[in-house]
């Protein structure tokens, strides 16, 4: 990769992990995104329970179906760091 990319590449990043974390937070975690939320986790558990699935198992089911996006963030923003931290050395090394 030559330099001039290398440097590019490093501002999209930085710009993605300082950008990307706030709007997940303004968008995602909203008040109605969390309604959204919590209409699909009980119409989920509504349907499986309509279906025969017991209460406690359909509990369990729609535990499993709420996504904890904090995690799934976080873990991208550590790799989205990585990748800087390597495109630093990279321009270092030049």
Do not use: C, T
Not at 3 to 31: C, G, I, Q
Request: hydrophobic letters at 45%.
């Amino acid at each position: 990769m030559e330099r001039d990319d290398v440097h590019e590449l490093k501002e999209v990043l930085d710009v993605v992990s300082e950008k990307v974390p706030a709007f997940l937070r303004d968008v995602m975690y909203s008040r109605e995104a969390a309604e959204r939320m919590a209409d699909a986790v009980a119409i989920f558990y509504k349907k499986l329970v309509e279906a025969g699935i017991p209460a406690d198992e359909a509990i369990e089911m729609a535990r499993g179906y709420m996504i904890n996006l904090s995690d799934i963030v976080g873990k991208e923003m550590k790799f989205g760091h990585k990748q800087r931290v390597e495109i630093d050395k990279e321009e270092e090394e030049d």
